[in-house]
């Protein structure tokens, strides 16, 4: 089934800012947004920001979600050493009646 | 504090069924929608299915109909996953992961995962 896209892995510098994207179509992210996922190697993933671009309690406020049209942004400004990890979006495919992840961003923290 | 800690899986052989289970405690786990995800060895996550609140609807992923069963067990605050017909590509991390429903509030807790290993 068709997924979500992602660039495989992104580099910047500490104290920068990176803008990670997620491209879907009408019936996905063009739908009702994207949730935003990070994973740190050998944990479970946490969710950095959900479909209505609210970041949960807890989460730096350095993290902004955006869409336009059938494209998800995460925006993290100062980068800092623990945000290298894996970033993941999802979205809910109302045409497929299932949720899709994208293929994931490896963040790298120069 | 919200939890879902997984048990079960280890080594499975080819042909095998397996489960997982996944233990909710801290919140009222009837009303929230439960999803199973899985992370094969160096892969991203892929979305498996979920179950409704009510424990009677399922909604399956393409790749996993017809060998994968969602229940629930609102007595116990217990999810189990069971997948049938293993092969090596099965072989992954086994991920439940929790949804309110509403829109805006998404797989906001998720258990520790669960390492399945489909080998003869």
């Known amino acids: 089934q068709a997924g979500l896209t992602q660039p495989p892995s992104l580099s910047k510098g500490l104290r920068q800012t990176a803008t990670l994207t997620c491209t879907g179509n009408?019936?996905?992210?063009?739908?009702?947004?994207a949730v935003w996922l990070q994973q740190h190697q050998g944990h479970p993933p946490k969710v950095l920001s959900f479909r209505n671009k609210n970041r949960p309690s807890g989460i730096s406020e350095r993290l902004s979600a955006s869409r336009s049209r059938s494209t998800a942004s995460l925006t993290i400004t100062g980068l800092q050493p623990e945000d290298e990890a894996d970033y993941y979006c999802?979205?809910?495919?109302?045409?497929?009646?299932?949720?899709?992840f994208g293929g994931g961003t490896k963040l790298t923290v120069l | 504090q919200v939890q879902l800690v997984q048990s079960g899986a280890g080594v499975q052989k080819p042909g095998a069924s397996v489960e997982v289970s996944c233990k909710a405690s801290?919140?009222?786990?009837?009303?929230?929608?439960m999803h199973w995800v899985r992370q094969a060895p160096g892969q991203g996550l892929e979305w498996m299915g979920k179950?409704?609140?009510?424990?009677?609807?399922?909604t399956y992923g393409q790749n996993f109909r017809g060998r994968l069963t969602i229940t629930r067990d609102t007595s116990t605050n217990t999810l189990y996953m069971e997948l049938s017909s293993l092969t090596s590509k099965d072989t992954a991390v086994y991920y439940c992961a929790r949804e309110t429903g509403t829109f805006g509030i998404e797989f906001d807790y998720w258990g520790q995962g669960t390492l399945v290993t489909v080998s003869s």
């Open positions: 999802s979205a809910y495919d109302r045409s497929l009646d299932a949720w899709l």
């Open positions: 179950i409704n609140p009510d424990g009677v609807g399922t």
């Open positions: 801290g919140y009222s786990f009837r009303n929230y929608y």
């Open positions: 009408t019936n996905n992210v063009g739908y009702q947004g």
